[in-house]
């Protein structure tokens, strides 16, 4: 089960500076335009210990010559991540 947003910045604000490290295994760009969709595989650890792993998926647009990040959303498991 996943945190409540109050939950899940309460995590994060009372972790260790340092200790949550998601660390990002492949990454997938799309473009077309001033449209573009990234999509990146991520193993994430508290500490030296593993958490979970997932696919993080970002949706950007170019405004004014910069890219912004409009929309992320992102999945979790804790199976079949390490093999």
């Known amino acids: 089960m996943r945190p ?6 309460e995590s994060v ?3 260790e500076p340092g200790t949550l490290i998601e660390e990002i295994l492949y990454i997938s760009v799309n473009v077309d335009g001033d ?5 990146m595989d991520y193993h994430f650890y508290r500490g030296v210990e593993f ?4 696919v993080n998926s970002m949706n950007l647009i170019r405004k004014a010559g910069e ?3 409009f ?3 992102d999945t979790r498991r804790t199976e079949g991540c390490l093999d």
């Open 4 to 9: 409540t947003s109050n939950g899940f910045i």
């Open 13 to 15: 604000a009372g972790s």
């Open 35 to 39: 449209l573009a969709t990234a999509w």
């Open 51 to 54: 958490s979970h792993c997932g």
């Open 67 to 69: 890219w912004k990040i």
């Open 71 to 73: 929309s992320i959303v």
